[in-house]
């Protein structure tokens, strides 16, 4: 057979599986109407692993596999079917609900804010681009950050959270399986790391430079360019590598840190735009105690925490798939004291005011044991 007519033969295929499919889905609701009159839940985890089971066993050995994943995907889609037909809103979504209805119109152009590290600091610039009059308070360290705001210390509090070139903070993704909080808003900041010393202080005199992680790993091919003999000495900010080089005693240190730092703490630039990209962004989170969710939120985080067996994930990634919501991040880290357990944190592209999402918010409540919403917000560019 040529290829033309192999496709024909396919679409006579297709014909009579869209017909099956539409007979499936008109007993998937009638199923659902049943359940609903028996109160049982969506989800029949036996059931479905049976069928899987006998799928799988009534095929070849070559497309078992297939088989098993298309029809996983099928339950999925029978599943947020009856979801759809018998909406029974969960407590998340009046609670996002009210949230909607009671934040402002408008984000607040005023607020105490928490930073991390001193004036000049990344977080501080992110800040300012964030908030018109910011009142600052800066703490030594990210868990700081997320206590002031648990604690009702702060109204808001500004971390970083991933980066172009060095990818996450880690410690920060740590932290959020914690702390209770709520993202409000996001920012990406342009990042042009320089390299700052004493007034007077030649690059040929450097032989140690401080700054925090992130950006020493961001300035990898400049700092190795400069050879072994330049010491490179980690510190908690890039800020506060600045000030250290300002009050130390020595000629021969140097800090990585923004251009900011020249007038704040008297320095002089040595190098500029040392990173090794020149797209290098870092986003930032701005978080609060409680749940706000200003208009035009078009963004939403969420963290599930997941069991080690096959399927676990998938389960959550096809329920994305089959509402059509466009997942941007995916970050795993182990949950600590849990042998083999993981948190997921998704950033997902959606309008707090779609169908996709209200569904979203009702089907995960349901299919996750461990279920966190962060927020829905909106990124300032």
Not at 136 to 162: H, K, Q, R, W
Request: hydrophobic share 40%.
């Amino acid at each position: 057979m040529t290829l033309e007519e192999l496709r024909k033969e396919i679409d006579v295929v297709d014909d009579v599986l869209l017909k099956a499919f539409q007979e499936r889905m008109s007993l998937v609701a009638q199923v659902s109407q049943a359940k609903q009159a028996s109160d049982l839940p969506v989800l029949d985890v036996s059931r479905e692993r049976t069928k899987l089971e006998d799928v799988s066993g009534k095929l070849p050995p070559e497309l078992q596999q297939y088989g098993y994943f298309l029809w996983s995907m099928l339950f999925e889609l029978s599943r947020s079917y009856q979801s759809a037909l018998n909406p029974t809103p969960s407590p998340l979504r009046r609670e996002i609900q009210e949230a909607m209805e009671n934040t402002p119109q408008l984000f607040p152009p005023r607020a105490t804010v928490a930073c991390q590290g001193v004036e000049g600091a990344y977080s501080q610039l992110a800040c300012d681009k964030l908030f018109q009059r910011p009142q600052v308070m800066y703490f030594g360290s990210f868990e700081s950050v997320f206590t002031a705001i648990e604690n009702g210390f702060c109204d808001y509090g500004v971390l970083p959270l991933e980066n172009s070139t060095a990818g996450s903070v880690n410690q920060v993704y740590d932290l959020m399986q914690d702390h209770k909080f709520k993202i409000v808003r996001s920012t990406r900041l342009k990042v042009d790391h320089n390299l700052l010393a004493k007034r007077g202080t030649k690059l040929e005199d450097i032989r140690e430079i401080f700054s925090h992680p992130q950006a020493i790993s961001q300035c990898s091919a400049f700092l190795e360019k400069l050879g072994k003999d330049v010491k490179v000495t980690p510190c908690e900010n890039t800020a506060a590598a600045a000030q250290a080089v300002a009050e130390s005693s020595r000629e021969d240190v140097a800090a990585i840190c923004s251009h900011n730092c020249i007038a704040l703490y008297a320095l002089e630039r040595l190098a500029a735009d040392i990173q090794d990209r020149g797209d290098n962004y870092t986003r930032f989170i701005c978080i609060s105690k409680k749940l706000q969710i200003f208009p035009g939120a078009d963004k939403t985080s969420l963290m599930v925490s997941l069991p080690h067996r096959p399927g676990s994930l998938y389960q959550v990634l096809a329920r994305f798939y089959a509402l059509g919501l466009n997942l941007i991040k995916l970050e795993s880290r182990v949950l600590p004291g849990r042998d083999f357990e993981f948190m997921f944190y998704f950033d997902l592209e959606t309008s707090v005011y779609s169908e996709e999402f209200i569904r979203m918010v009702d089907d995960l409540t349901t299919i996750c044991e461990d279920f966190q919403y962060l927020g829905s917000y909106s990124e300032v560019v």
